[in-house]
Nanobody, 111 residues
Framework: QVQLVESGGGWVQPGGPLTLSCAAS????????MKWYRQATGKERELVAS???GGTANSVPRFFISRDTASNSAYLLMPSLKSEDTATYYC?????????WGRGPQVTVSS
């Protein structure tokens, strides 16, 4: 059974960093594009970063995505968070046909 297990969420003060991890299992990791989405309360889910199978990365400003084939993991680096970044963050693995979601760690940015 495919699983995407996220970790690294929590509370941080404005300006502080967090890194989210997403460990994938039971899939051919190198065949999947990895993405991070977030959903704030009362808002639609939005894409914040993606990284292709070849390592081409795209992300919104202030966020960075990376992937590690050896550990079947993807990471979302958020070096300087703002209060508006408060949301549930979801990892997603996808091919043209298959799509899988993680459960989503909560990130809360407040003083």
């Amino acid at each position: 059974q495919v699983q995407l297990v996220e970790s690294g969420g929590g509370w941080v003060q404005p300006g502080g960093p967090l890194t989210l991890s997403c460990a994938a299992s039971a899939l051919t990791y190198t065949s999947y594009v990895m993405k991070w989405y977030r959903q704030a309360t009362g808002k639609e889910r939005e894409l914040v970063a993606s990284i292709s199978t070849g390592g081409t990365a795209n992300s919104v400003p202030r966020f960075f995505i990376s992937r590690d084939t050896a550990s079947n993991s993807a990471y979302l680096l958020m070096p300087s968070l703002k209060s508006e970044d408060t949301a549930t963050y979801y990892c997603r693995a996808e091919t043209w046909i298959l799509k899988y979601w993680g459960r989503g760690p909560q990130v809360t940015v407040s003083s």
